[in-house]
């Protein structure tokens, strides 16, 4: 079990800085931080939840966002011809343009830098540290639970606010479970559908250039509230690892060097986070039979000391 939020903020869980899980999974930590909660026996339970053998891919097109958010791209796919057969390249590929994992590379803490204290020149070169090499050597498997934040708050009446870059309360995700009728248990890989990739494909070509042609920080999503309720709840309900349909996880813009999820989530807590999954097939039809809960199976691009992937991700019922 692990400790609760409260101990590790009080020094009690004995981690090497306090609000950290550093050095809870013992020196052998092969750097993959909370996916270390995910046990063999949590995979084979997640396994005999398949029943239909429905299979929804949870990655949007590499293509999208059009033009390309943050400066990240516009990929350009080179095919070539040779006569006896096809072959190609991309180039301007961003790994984390897409759907996408962040590694614990990519987020340091303002005063305690990235996960497990490490520096930045431990992050680079051959024997790179934290990167996505891990998580692809690993693989990440295990029950996922979804929460339709997006389709509960349309129930309510209160639509999300996408491009206002609304601040979602973690209250609204705990109501949306309860609501389902669907519990976190730990180990498992937390889905929150906001219905952002769904407000995006509703714009215009135009409503997409006056997106993308934002300076990085004017640009706004909607988005999990940042701050320690979000991170408490998190690591206290014992997920493994949390994916979201926008952006950034949390809401966008924050402040990277003061309060926000990535460095509380990534660099103290060790918590891999995706974001722009494509959550929107599995919903409908989680939404159909009422069964929010599945097998999730994602394979990282094995590339030492790269900071993200493509999700690779496809989720089973």
Known sequence: MRPSYDELLSGAAGTRVPGSSWGLWGDGDPEVGTLNDISAADVVAAAT?????AVFSLNWSLALPSPALFSRGPIEHVLRDDGFGMDDHLNRFYPQASSQWDALNH???????FYGGRTSDRLKGPQAENSIANLARRG?????????????????????DQEGGEVIPVADVAATLAAQGSAVRPGDILL???????????????????????DDWAFKAAGLEHGEDAVRWLWD?????????????????????GDNLHSSLIAL????????????ELAADCTADG???GLLASAPLNMPGCVGSPANALALK
């Open 49 to 53: 939840l398949v029943a239909r053998g």
């Open 107 to 113: 987020f340091a803490h303002p005063e305690h830098g």
């Open 140 to 160: 990440i498997a295990g029950r996922f639970v979804l929460a339709d934040v997006g389709r509960w708050r349309d129930r309510q009446g209160r639509p999300i």
């Open 192 to 214: 929150l559908r906001y219905g952002w990739t769904t407000w995006y494909e509703g714009l215009d070509q135009a409503g997409r250039e006056a997106l993308a042609a934002l």
């Open 237 to 257: 309900s014992g997920v493994a690892a949390a994916v979201a349909d926008n952006p950034s996880f949390e809401a966008f813009p924050f402040d990277p060097r």
């Open 269 to 280: 807590l060790g918590m891999p986070l995706g974001e722009l999954w494509q959550l929107d």
């Open 291 to 293: 069964r929010y809960t």
